[in-house]
């Protein structure tokens, strides 16, 4: 298999995660939803790519040519409709986690814009543990909607999510393998991967209005 299709395959399954399936709890006040989940970091779902490439003037956006988004595969373009950005510049990074922000593909941050409005965002955390990740986030944004716990490990944390309407927050812990290790990255014990957080925000009903 040819490296670039070996790699942009190993991209696809970044979001591979360990087995959902397992004990779930729910948060009994997750009704009144925290409208806080709208926004991540700096950035809001529904702000404009103007204000989003003010705020970061180092950031690459174009429509995407290619599956594997990187800077090198975004192209100017009037249409406007669907459009990908990518961070990489440390500044950036940082206004997003205090966590280190691994960059695949030369796409530490992947935003994504519908008709020039954030409808979404998206990158992985260099740590080994959910939990560790989750703290900050209960603080800012309250009681997660759902947790999923490791069938085989009660006290470890998979998954996580906040959902409103058409917008979910979502935490996962998720494998890395292969070629797509980042420098200065080392593997687990014994294991041919790496445990790294995916972290999401996500609003469904912007790409369908």
Not at 88 to 95: A, E, G, M, P, Q
């Amino acid at each position: 298999m040819p490296q670039k299709t070996a790699r942009t395959l190993l991209h696809f399954l970044v979001a591979i995660t360990l087995t959902l399936a397992g004990v779930t709890t729910e948060s009994p006040i997750h009704a009144k939803a925290n409208k806080r989940i709208r926004t991540l970091g700096k950035d809001t779902l529904g702000e404009s790519i103007k204000e989003f490439r003010i705020r970061y003037p180092k950031a690459t956006c174009g429509k995407a040519t290619s599956l594997e988004i990187n800077p090198q595969n975004l192209v100017n373009s009037r249409n406007m409709e669907d459009i990908h950005c990518c961070l990489n510049d440390r500044d950036s990074l940082t206004k997003f986690s205090p966590f280190r922000i691994l960059n695949l593909d030369d796409c530490a941050v992947h935003v994504i814009f519908w008709k020039s409005r954030l409808c979404g965002l998206t990158y992985l955390l260099d740590v080994r543990s959910l939990q560790i990740v989750l703290d900050p986030f209960e603080k800012l944004y309250g009681p997660p909607t759902r947790k999923v716990k490791d069938p085989d490990d009660t006290t470890r944390l998979t998954y996580v999510d906040w959902l409103e309407g058409g917008t979910e927050l979502e935490l996962r812990l998720s494998k890395l393998g292969g070629e797509v290790f980042s420098k200065g990255s080392k593997s687990l014990k014994g294991e041919p991967w790496l445990e790294v957080v995916y972290v999401s925000l996500w609003n469904s009903e912007m790409r369908t209005a």
